[in-house]
């Protein structure tokens, strides 16, 4: 590695970066503008001694998605600092078999979530990993196969997959034996955790609470080597677990076919109140977004039945604007609806959850604590 000869051109350089001279005026006797006077552009810096947080920070020093990203970190560190905050996340997309598993347990032990709206999807998965089931890294293709040539292979090995995550169809054969036989039945006999059993009506965060206590149950006795995940931590914490499309998954579908013969049946409309009841009482409020779909727009919305609106939001998706479609609406278009208050902090970062999430988790974690 050779040195660099840095002469006096490093002065000028410097001069530049603080704003250098005074922007003359235009020819036509105009004032200097205003843009081309503040805030100039910097160049981010990448070490080996670096933290996340302190990459994240240099991002305030560039553009474009790195802007976007500082600008995210900063929202989410001073929603997570604010002890008077509620915080809701929601959780779409395949972020469990993903990987992200222990991000989201830890932010709930930790203390940092009070509600999650995830998918059934993501609760079904989680539970597969809590009983002792693995996802496994795969290919999207097999080089030596078409595409369909190689999903076919999968299909006739009994393999599941979700882009280059595989599941063996033996793991859902599991989660559906530990529904019937450690939460529906706990569910049938008393729905809503009293003393008395009722008339089988059951709400969707009854489930995901019981859910959750069997995962933790069944992972303690079975000396699973895996964290009980998600629904097991919301569980231990008492932090509610919502999934306003349950239908939309193996749980759902196997919940569905459990109510055919025994006397248990969900209420969609059952959680509403505690979930409303819990915006309605924040001081602040702020919400994580990750991805977009059903969570999304169930976190948000709860918030127009509420005299208040969202103090923080931040949101991670791939989704763009222009297509009018809610996972990738903006976060200024939900203000218009009284979703966020008008002075709400709020940021978007476009891009993969499976890469963003952990690094601004990382680094709003890390200015907190």
Known sequence: MSDCDDDGGSEDRESAADGGHDEPEDAGGDPPREEFREDPIGHTRSTADMTVGQLVEGYGDAGIGAASVNEAGDVLAEMFANDDCTVFLSLAGAMVPAGMRRIVSDLIRDGYVDALVTTGANLTHDSIEAIGGKHHHGR??????????????LRDEGVDRIYNVYLPQEHFAAFEGHLR?????ELEADPDGGDDANDGVVGIADLTRELGRANAAVNERDDVPEDPG??????ECDVPVYCPAVQDSVLGLQAWMYT???DFTLDALDDMTALTDLAFDADDAGCLLVGGGVPKNFTLQTMLVTPRAYDYAVQITMDPEATGGLSG???EEARSWGKLEKDARNASVHGDATV????LIAAARERVE
């Not at 097999?142 to 999903?151: A, F, G």
């Not at 036989?181 to 039945?185: A, G, K, Y």
């Not at 998600?230 to 569980?235: D, E, F, G, P, R």
């Not at 963003?356 to 690094?359: H, I, R, S, V, Y």
């Open 140 to 153: 999207t293709h097999d080089p030596e196969k078409t595409p369909r040539e190689h999903d076919e292979g």
């Open 181 to 185: 036989e450690e939460v529906f039945p």
């Open 230 to 235: 998600v629904a097991a931590a919301a569980y």
């Open 260 to 262: 055919q013969t025994a």
């Open 329 to 331: 609406a903006s976060l």
């Open 356 to 359: 963003m999430l952990p690094m």
